[in-house]
Structures are given as C-alpha cells and as structure tokens.
C-alpha cells in the first residue's frame, strides 16, 4: 500500500510540476481497482490518443466480442421464431417425421395445460356464482319472512285473513288489479241520534 501511494504520489507530482496528462489504472492481487488520471482530461480521453499516436485500435477485441454475442442472440430469436410459426401449423415443409412427432407431443402437452388451467378457471368461476346464488337466496327468504311477520302483526294485509275487522278490497287501475287492504272498525253511536241502537259502519 505504500508503493501503491507513492506511485500515485509521482503520478499527481507529474501533473502539477511537469503540467502532463497522466492516467493510471492499477489493480492489486486481491482484485481490487484504483485509478487517477489528471483534472484536466479523462481516462478515455488518454486512450483515443494512445490509439491515434500508437496506431492501435484497444477496441477491435471488444467489438468482436460484442458482434459474436449479438449474431447469437440474432440465432437464438430466430429459432424461437421458427419454433412458433410451427406451433401455429407454418413452416413444417422442412420437418422430418421425428420432429413432426416431437412437435406433437409439445403441443399435445401444452394443450394439456391449457385445458386443466381453463377446467381450474370454470370450477372457480362456477364456486363464486354458487356462494353467490345462496346469498341471494337467503336475502330473499330473509325478505319473505320479514314480510310475513309484518303480515301477522297486522300492519297490513293482502287478502282475507278469516277476521270479523277485515275485508279486503279490490281496485282497477290502468287494465291491472291491485288489491287494497282495508280495517272495518265500528261507527261509535250519537247517543242523541234517535236511531240509536244501530251500528253504522266506515271505512278507516
């Protein structure tokens, strides 16, 4: 680490004293990276004038690389793009018998798959409206059955109920029948009419 500071030390003396441009890269055994390089320029900077004095080009290895990378990938894409149009029933002239066979089975696999995820699907779908249903059922009992106690307590009727008070009464209006509920309750006499004795009735 001492070494390594004094070579750094020389490298900024040099950019000061002598007013250069210098970089320097170094890594140390463990793998570790350090760099400097002057104020005034940049690390890439210094490397196209390397190139443009030296005559050498640091990049054509890695451009290489990257070009050998890329025509995979461009393979790779285009074999999955085959492998689709044949999926779809296209560009089978080029098949032999075995791979006919093999794409079979694929799809007969994958159609597999998709009929068990749509059986999944349905089964779902088929459980939700049955929770659903029984909900509306109960609502509707629960509905029935808090009309009918209204009906017993006698808040209102829609029919005879055997009663002496009630009568029901029928209505037309607009070409349908509707069935009104009315309470006959006793005329309370005029003790003074001379017809007393005779209990009139109305409608309440």
Same mark, same amino acid.
């Given at each position: 680490s001492k070494r390594?500071?004094?070579i750094f030390k020389k490298a900024r003396e040099l950019t000061v004293l002598c007013d250069a441009e210098v970089s320097l890269i170094m890594f140390s055994t463990t793998g570790k990276f350090f760099e400097y390089c002057s104020p005034s320029t940049t690390t890439k900077k210094i490397f196209d004038r390397y190139q443009q004095v030296s005559g050498i080009n640091l990049w054509n290895t890695q451009y290489? +690389?990257?070009?050998? %990378?890329?025509?995979? !990938?461009?393979?790779?894409?285009?074999?999955l793009r085959k492998e689709i149009r044949q999926r779809m029933g296209e560009d089978l002239n080029d098949l032999e018998i075995e791979e006919m066979r093999g794409l079979e089975q694929n799809l007969e696999s994958s159609l597999k798959v998709v009929r068990e995820r749509k059986y999944h699907v349905i089964n779902t779908q088929?459980?939700?409206?049955? +929770?659903?249903l029984r909900s509306l059922h109960?609502?509707?009992g629960n509905l029935l059955a808090a009309l009918e106690g209204r009906d017993e307590n006698g808040d209102y009727m829609t029919g005879d109920n055997g009663g002496p008070d009630y009568e029901p009464g029928i209505g037309m209006a607009n070409g349908g029948s509707h069935i009104f509920a009315f309470r006959m309750q006793p005329y309370q006499p005029n003790l003074h009419d001379p017809s007393y004795g005779i %209990?009139?009735? %109305? !409608?309440?």
């Open positions: 390594r500071g004094g290489e +690389k990257m070009q050998g %990378h890329l025509s995979k !990938l461009k393979e790779v894409n285009n074999k088929t459980d939700t409206y049955k +929770k659903k109960e609502a509707h %209990h009139d009735l %109305h !409608l309440a």
